[in-house]
């Protein structure tokens, strides 16, 4: 499997609920950030969360990031119609330029 | 809020034609990329571009493409010859320190 991996591939939930997302990678990181993209548009940043952090919260995002297992979790909680779109996470080696490495994302599908 | 804007939004070329994607980054960034997600597949890595020269490429990024701040503001790539395949929606990142704010993009189609 690739660099930044998530899981599931799609999740529908009903409007209300939780929607927890994973990403799983493989080498070691400076950061993992995760983007969300509404269908055909561009890419929003709504985390990033350092190699040195293990959770972090923004409004109704939590994330978590367990280096030892390579994974992280994005967790959107009390989801709304408006929340429906791909969620990605991407990983970033080291420091300055190098490039982000994306995941293939998760649909989210929240049902009014 | 300061973003970063791309043009044209939508570009529709006859396969073999070339194009020229522009990208206005945000005024103080120094690093610049372009990624290409073809349509329901994964975000990509094509090029990173910093001090005015290319500082990382991926395997995708070979002689039918080339990246240039043709006047200190805008940052462009041209894909020469395009083919089939080269349809995707392409995407300008501007950053540094480990952020990256990405543009709306651009969905070339080519025909």
């Known amino acids: 499997s690739q660099q930044g991996e998530e899981d599931p591939q799609a999740l529908s939930i009903q409007e209300g609920e939780n929607a927890t997302m994973n990403c799983s990678y493989k080498t070691s990181i400076n950061n993992l950030q995760w983007y969300r993209q509404n269908s055909g548009r561009g890419l929003v940043h709504l985390i990033l969360i350092r190699s040195n952090e293990r959770e972090k919260h923004s409004g109704r995002l939590r994330v978590t990031l367990d280096t030892s297992k390579k994974s992280s979790s994005l967790l959107i909680t009390a989801s709304r119609a408006a929340d429906t779109a791909s969620y990605f996470c991407?990983?970033?080696?080291?420091?300055?330029?190098?490039?982000?490495?994306f995941g293939k994302g998760t649909r989210l599908s929240v049902i009014a | 809020e300061p973003e970063v804007t791309q043009t044209p939004s939508h570009q529709v070329t006859q396969m073999g034609q070339e194009v020229i994607l522009r990208c206005v980054p945000i005024s103080n960034h120094l690093y610049f990329y372009w990624y290409r997600q073809i349509l329901g597949q994964k975000v990509e890595f094509l090029v990173s571009f910093y001090n005015n020269e290319i500082s990382e490429k991926s395997e995708i990024f070979d002689d039918q493409f080339s990246v240039e701040r043709p006047d200190g503001s805008n940052f462009t790539l041209k894909i020469r010859s395009t083919k089939l395949e080269d349809s995707a929606m392409y995407f300008c990142a501007t950053g540094g320190n480990a952020e990256a704010f990405f543009g709306q993009g651009t969905r070339l189609t080519v025909v």
């Open positions: 991407a990983t970033l080696r080291n420091s300055g330029n190098t490039p982000l490495v």
